[in-house]
């Protein structure tokens, strides 16, 4: 257990319906960062925030991905009219990036999605 | 984005050191070099961090060259609990681009 938490675990939808994803960080990080990814592949980036900025949206996969982080604590990812292409595992990671630079993150367990 | 070339897949015998190496040719010159582990149907797990020469910590080593344009990830003696994909990523914030990594496979 990292000290990142993510609700649902697992996500079931129909194709069309709007879903949402919690992340919960460290209680102490000020960057929290959310990323999609299918089997075989790697983490791909969507978004981040740092604090409740989002500084850097135009990599969320389509105008269907929005993030919040209201109040620089927990942070939703919703998906809207979701298509059977949005089914994959979706990561939540935080981190505390200081001065320094170093950008040490730490992963949830991750919410599956499946659109049926 | 910060990209990062690593080999694809290997394997290796249960007991014996296993070194990744990453190619990061367009590493930044306040970029840290990052190591992270997955197992399957979890989040990625950080495994070591560093900016020059050599770090090691209670699971690794890493190592890193003046010219810091690559990087070796060194697992001591590694178990069967060690097969992974293992990831190198540079930098921090949204340069940060994972790969497909490196499958470890550690046979008894």
């Known amino acids: 257990d990292t000290g990142v938490s993510q609700d649902p675990r697992h996500k079931i939808t129909k194709r069309g319906q709007n879903v949402t994803f919690r992340c919960d960080p460290i209680?102490?990080?000020?960057?929290l960062y959310w990323y999609r990814q299918t089997l075989g592949q790697g983490p791909e980036f969507l978004t981040y925030?740092?604090?409740?900025?989002?500084?850097?949206k135009s990599r969320l996969l389509s105008d269907r991905f929005s993030a919040e982080r209201p109040k620089g604590s927990f942070s939703t990812l919703e998906i809207q009219r979701t298509e059977q292409g949005d089914s994959a595992m979706y990561l939540c990671a935080s981190s505390l990036i200081g001065q320094g630079g170093s950008d040490e993150q730490y992963f949830g367990p991750g919410t599956r999605l499946t659109v049926t | 984005l910060a990209k990062t070339t690593q080999p694809i897949s290997m394997d290796s015998y249960e007991g014996q050191e296993v070194n990744i190496t990453c190619s990061h040719n367009n590493i930044a010159t306040n970029d840290y070099i990052t190591w992270y582990q997955q197992f399957p149907s979890q989040g990625p797990r950080f495994i070591i961090q560093g900016y020059k020469t050599k770090v090691t910590n209670e699971v690794a080593s890493l190592f890193i060259p003046a010219d810091r344009k690559s990087s070796t990830l060194s697992l001591p003696r590694v178990s069967l609990s060690d097969t992974a994909v293992y990831y190198c990523l540079v930098g921090d914030g949204d340069r940060l681009a994972f790969g497909k990594g490196n499958q470890v496979v550690v046979i008894p």
């Open positions: 209680s102490e990080h000020n960057r």
């Open positions: 925030f740092q604090n409740e900025a989002q500084l850097e």
